[in-house]
């Protein structure tokens, strides 16, 4: 399978909203209500943002929430805070035992 | 609190074979509500799944499409761990490598992740 496409950048100022978008195929983000989300600060290992396209672990706060529409993916961060720049990732099992990661998008906190 | 540990070589010789285990401490590789996976990183290639192993009464492997002529993911029941294997190395496989376990309330997602291990293919 391809990569999931993911914007490389995106920023925002403290306090503000920002949307990271990932779109894949039939195939993947939109044949399965499985897309998850991980946060990557440097040097660090990925952690669980979102899960099941909309669910959030135990710990992660609220103002991180998913969507999906169609082959497209959302993870939206309102209220941003310095500690959120990071890197973000999507993810999606595609069927046949397998899963596709997206390209990553990091987010600067102006 | 389910931890993972990760040990192996950081350098290893092009067309050898790259082997990492992973240690579980507060679960079981042998539980039947779990699977492990290996997953790598990799400026050039981003995040990779390369594949997992997980037990359902008996062992079972799922490896992806790129790497299942070289790859062999085994668990180690004695030592309560799981290893990779990647033969026949290239520069290309140099990456940062990461042992993960299926999240226990979705078992498509990864949660928690080891400390990941960089390996470099290197002559």
């Known amino acids: 399978q391809s990569a999931l496409t993911q914007s490389r950048s995106v920023s925002g100022s403290p306090g503000q909203s920002v949307t990271i978008s990932c779109t894949g195929t039939?195939?993947?983000?939109?044949?399965?209500?499985?897309v998850s989300w991980y946060q990557q600060h440097p040097g660090k290992a990925p952690k669980l943002m979102i899960y099941?396209?909309?669910k959030r672990p135990s710990g992660v706060p609220d103002r991180f929430s998913g969507s999906k529409s169609g082959n497209t993916a959302s993870l939206t961060i309102s209220g941003l805070q310095a500690e959120d720049e990071a890197d973000y990732y999507c993810?999606?099992?595609?069927?046949?035992?397998?899963?596709?990661f997206g390209g990553g998008t990091k987010l600067t906190v102006l | 609190q389910i931890q993972l540990q990760q040990s192996g070589p950081g350098l290893v010789k092009p067309s050898q074979t790259l082997s990492l285990t992973c240690a579980i401490s507060?679960?079981?590789?042998?539980?039947?509500?779990?699977?492990w996976h290996w997953i790598r990183q990799s400026p050039s290639r981003g995040l990779e799944w390369l594949g997992r192993?997980?037990?359902?009464?008996?062992?079972?492997?799922d490896y992806a499409a790129f790497v299942k002529s070289r790859i062999t993911i085994n668990p180690d029941t004695p030592k309560n761990q799981f290893s990779l294997q990647l033969n026949s190395v290239t520069p290309e496989d140099t990456a940062v490598y990461y042992c993960?376990?299926?999240?226990?309330?979705?078992?498509?997602?990864?949660?928690?992740w080891g400390q990941g291990t960089l390996v470099t293919v290197s002559s």
């Open positions: 993960v376990r299926d999240y226990s309330s979705s078992w498509p997602s990864f949660d928690p």
């Open positions: 507060g679960d079981s590789v042998s539980s039947n509500s779990a699977a």
């Open positions: 192993t997980y037990y359902r009464s008996k062992w079972y492997n």
């Open positions: 039939s195939s993947d983000v939109g044949g399965y209500n499985y």
């Open positions: 099941d396209v909309s």
């Open positions: 993810c999606s099992y595609a069927g046949s035992h397998t899963w596709v």
